[in-house]
């Protein structure tokens, strides 16, 4: 006899509950249709359970069996579930999230590099708010979100994009509006703009350079801020310091002379990343992200030569 995902089923709802007949009714079958499955099943190992008047116990090679068993269920669970996720879920519409600052300008190369693989499925592009954008992502308002780390990765599964340095935006009357770079350790006694009260500690603790601070709190400015443009005028209306990268004011459209920055020395980069749900194994999604990668590798390959170049 050939043993079936039936007959483990069966074998291993007798070991959990200790009873024929209570298995019985949990499987939804009569108790002799799973008394005599598992004597068929038996057949072909060996004796696994020891039947008593008050239930069924596993012998030793029933319980060598059981892990067996749950491996092999798992797996084919997860076997099924793949092909049902790639066959049955083809998009008509990946829809994307962006994080203004984060690879935004690269959206029509991204696209480009979509649409060679997928043109049948419209790409929907929306802003999205950088502390918000993970729950958007679990909810499944977007499919991908462009963003920038740290961003948890328990749910998600996230691909590098671009890193770029750390700078301090402030506004035109600030201390250090006429500096251009300095070590992180000089600038941490200036107020700095927060995000919303409900962001996830750990995203907020990156852009306020907590790892730098030897433990001592920041000191907060008054008004906190959700976008970037919110961060954006905060800044140039005095309100306090915050922290971005190079693409930051390139998303918001804020001159230099408006909103000064300085360069932030002795700091990790920031990483720009593509995001989806680990579990979101749809080609489309995985497309979109890899698509993206590939177009940073291509154009960082490509300032290298130019500056290589240059240097030359």
């Given at each position: ?16 509950w200790g009873s024929f007949s209570r298995a019985a009714e949990v499987l939804k079958v ?52 793949t092909a049902r996720d790639i066959g049955a879920s083809r998009l008509s519409q990946l ?80 201390p250090l509006a006429e500096s251009t770079q300095l070590p992180v350790e000089d600038v ?125």
């Amino acid at each position: 006899m050939d043993v079936e995902l039936r007959h483990l089923r069966y074998f291993l709802a007798v070991a959990e509950w200790g009873s024929f007949s209570r298995a019985a009714e949990v499987l939804k079958v009569t108790q002799p249709t799973l008394s005599e499955q598992i004597r068929l099943l038996e057949r072909e190992t060996g004796p696994l359970f020891k039947r008593h008047p008050r239930g069924a116990y596993l012998t030793p090679a029933g319980t060598a069996m059981m892990p067996l068993a749950e491996d092999a269920l798992r797996a084919t669970r997860a076997a099924v579930q793949t092909a049902r996720d790639i066959g049955a879920s083809r998009l008509s519409q990946l829809r994307v999230g962006v994080v203004p600052g984060s690879c935004s300008h690269l959206i029509s190369a991204f696209a480009a590099a979509y649409r060679a693989a997928f043109s049948e499925c419209a790409l929907t592009i929306r802003e999205a708010t950088y502390f918000q954008a993970p729950e958007d992502l679990l909810q499944d308002r977007f499919d991908v979100i462009l963003t920038r780390l740290p961003i948890e990765d328990e749910h998600f599964l996230s691909y590098d994009l671009e890193r770029e340095p750390l700078e301090l935006f402030i506004g035109p009357n600030h201390p250090l509006a006429e500096s251009t770079q300095l070590p992180v350790e000089d600038v941490l006694d200036f107020p700095i703009v927060h995000g919303t009260p409900d962001a996830k500690p750990q995203m907020m603790d990156y852009w306020l350079l907590t790892r730098y601070r030897n433990g001592e709190l920041p000191r907060i400015a008054g008004n906190s801020a959700v976008s970037v443009a919110e961060f954006g005028y905060q800044i140039m209306a005095g309100n306090g310091a915050a922290v971005g990268t190079p693409s930051t004011r390139r998303s918001v459209g804020i001159s230099r002379s408006e909103m000064p920055s300085v360069l932030l020395l002795c700091v990790e980069p920031s990483m720009a990343v593509a995001v989806h749900r680990r579990n979101d194994r749809r080609p489309e999604v995985g497309a979109f992200c890899l698509g993206a990668v590939q177009v940073c590798k291509a154009l960082a390959t490509l300032s290298e030569g130019l500056h290589g170049e240059s240097g030359a």
